[in-house]
């Protein structure tokens, strides 16, 4: 059988290229021939596009979802969601969480992708037993990352839990785009042999060996691969469908797409990107090959927040040193992989150790609650001495249990709290979620004015 293709462009195209900007009216223009196409799915929807619709184009992530429903008659559509944080950045209580996969299935997904910063597989329990009770897809996302612990029996040992937690499909989530030809060949083939779900993999081009990364992966039995139609491909994004349709017809593993769809949807899809490379959102910067990312194991996107965070501090000729800060800050707090939302704070630690002069002096609240186990289990233990420092010598109570555990249900006073604004509970989880931005644009949307945004040119917050 042929190896199925999931394609990108409409959710990490655009968030890999010109930080999730494309409006829903984009979103649409090359859908019903993208639907046509022969995918196994369209990633449609995820943490950024749902942000970027309240946050930049005042629209309402549910009516685009419904609207892509719509139109999309034969193929599934997929989203990304993560674990316990859904699409935010903070834990949500269990109740949230099982009323944002219900409602996300019901406007239109088929297959939830969820996946865990830390691959702590309690954070991922409630989204998985919510999926499977409202009878979506779930498929577990393992975020891949290279460090003494993240070895192929770490990845395949969790496999084998992810599998008997319930998870139908199980995906290699290389947000980086770190992981080397030859280590997907061992890494699938020993997937394989260890379980039954089928395989997918995510990676992205930005170091320059994505198309070889796919290739093995596919030669050793992935099944699924992820990648973006040619406007939305290439650079800081994924490989593109039609180079791989092209590489592999005729062959066993031919993903027999309608090369015809695919032609025709680029055409309107070329359009969009010309756009966003004229009004400057799409840098082609992002469009090039950045070796740099295999030399210090961090994805693109976080390259470039660092540099931004350093500009505008003035701090340029430390960027160097900042870069070298990164792997010591990932050790010492036991390796997280580099995703959202840990790239964010592994990359700002690393920043303050360097401009401040002294490590850890100054520490984010982020990264103190990381370490009191707010987060979930380190990958591997933390650095003992760097944990007195950033907690002091009081008892400061760290947690081991699964940090949603301490959790009241949240859905109903959320419901009270926004009553007089929100007119379903697709608009109580987007202020669960979202609180600031949400309340805002539902306060216009009630207001039905149409105000000019400032069209501020932001860092992409996303890595995934
Ligand atoms: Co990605």
Known sequence: MGVKIVDTCLRDGHQSLFATRMTTDEVLCALSELDKAGYYALEVWGGA??????????????ERLRKVR????????????RGQNIL???????????KFVQKSLEN??????VFDALNDIRNLKQAVDSTNKYGGHC???LSYTTSPVHTVDYYVNLAKEVEKMGAHSLCIKDMAGVLLPEDAYELFSKLKANTKLPLELHTHCTGGIAEMTVMKAIEAGCDIVDTALSPLAGGTSQPCTESLQYALQGTKYDPKLDVKMLEAAAVKLSKVREKYLANGLLNPKALGINPNILKYQVPGGMLSNLMNQLKSQGAMDKYEEVLKE???????????PLVTPLSQMVGTQAVMNILSGERYKIVPKEINEYVRGLYGKSPAPIDEAV???????????IITHRPADDLEPQFEAYKEKYKDLVKSDEDVLSCALFEQVAVKFLENRDKKVSEDKDEVIEVNLYIG
């Open 108 to 113: 239109g997904i088929d297959i939830i992708r």
């Open 88 to 98: 935010g950045y903070k834990h949500y209580a269990d109740d949230v969480v099982d």
């Open 49 to 62: 596009t749902f942000d970027s619709c309240l946050r930049f184009l005042n629209e309402d992530p549910w």
């Open 139 to 141: 498929q577990i996302a």
């Open 387 to 397: 944990k007195k420092k950033i907690l002091g010598d009081g008892d400061v109570k």
């Open 326 to 336: 990164v792997p010591r800050v990932r050790k010492d707090l036991g390796y997280p």
């Open 70 to 81: 719509a139109i999309c008659k034969n193929t599934k559509l997929q989203m990304l969601f």
